[in-house]
């Protein structure tokens, strides 16, 4: 093939608007059904410290690290890595859990995003 013949026979590629179709209300709503099996990372954050390289390999076992938190404030709670919530650690079942004291509206979460 050359230049010549796909100059002839290309056409401008045609899109409906996909907006409205003549959809109900309830049909144009997401279903949440096919997303809530989807498992997600939650993770809690105690703090955070930036230390240099050097320091960080004379780390060893009994070593203290300070954190940029201050003990009895509240621990970051993520969903893959976005901050959803805070709270404060508990105990269950001799396990840790987390109370959550605030959660972040969606559309706080979706005005961090931008």
């Known amino acids: 093939m050359n230049a010549k013949t796909n100059e002839s026979t290309a056409r401008t590629a045609e899109f409906h608007d996909l ?3 003549g959809l109900s209300e309830s049909a144009r709503e997401v279903n949440l059904e096919v997303i ?18 050097r ?5 060893n076992q009994g ?6 938190r201050a003990a009895g404030e509240p621990l970051d709670v993520f969903v893959n890595g976005t901050l959803v919530a805070h709270g404060e650690v508990v105990v ?11 959660v ?6 979706i005005r961090k995003l931008k």
């Not at 320091?55 to 780390?59: E, F, G, R």
């Not at 070593?63 to 940029?68: A, N």
């Not at 972040?104 to 979460?109: D, F, Q, T, V």
Request: hydrophobic residues 40%; negative net charge; aromatic residues 2%.
């Open 55 to 59: 320091n960080l390999l004379q780390l």
């Open 19 to 21: 907006e409205d179709q």
């Open 63 to 68: 070593s203290v690290v300070e954190l940029d």
């Open 36 to 53: 809530l099996d989807v498992p997600v990372t939650l993770s809690m954050e105690v703090g955070r410290t930036r230390i240099p390289i």
């Open 92 to 102: 269950v079942n001799d396990k840790f859990g987390i109370r959550l004291t605030d």
């Open 104 to 109: 972040i509206s969606p559309a706080e979460r």
